[in-house]
């Protein structure tokens, strides 16, 4: 049997089988996810005009009803395009500012006792 393997290269034929069969997949899955992406832009459209027409037609107690839609629209639409759905940047300049705070010393005033402080611990 290992000679009938080795002179007919079953394994070389098996990785050219399954490199093919790979290839087709993957070929699919794209187009699989190009139509999910498509559909989920077409119901985001509906949604997104329905919202805008209750805002615009209907009284303001009811026609309130359309902006968690409208939120929702476009955080949705916003993630689709691969963008942020909210802004964070002032969160994270204010945990790197007080991590900077914490573990960094002033130099200058007081700098005389650290370098006391140090003398003294040697």
Known sequence: MQKVASKERWSVRLEKIEKAAQERVDA???GNVA????RHTKILRAMGSRAVKAIQEFPLT?????????????KLERLLAGEPTERTHADIEAAV?????AFMVPVG???ENNDEARRRER
Not at 35 to 38: A, R, Y
Request: charged residues 30%.
């Open 35 to 38: 139509e999910m992406k498509l």
């Open 28 to 30: 699919e899955l794209v």
């Open 62 to 74: 009811s026609g309130m009803e359309g902006n968690p839609c409208c939120r929702a629209v476009i």
């Open 97 to 101: 500012r007080g991590e900077y705070e």
């Open 109 to 111: 005033k007081g700098s």
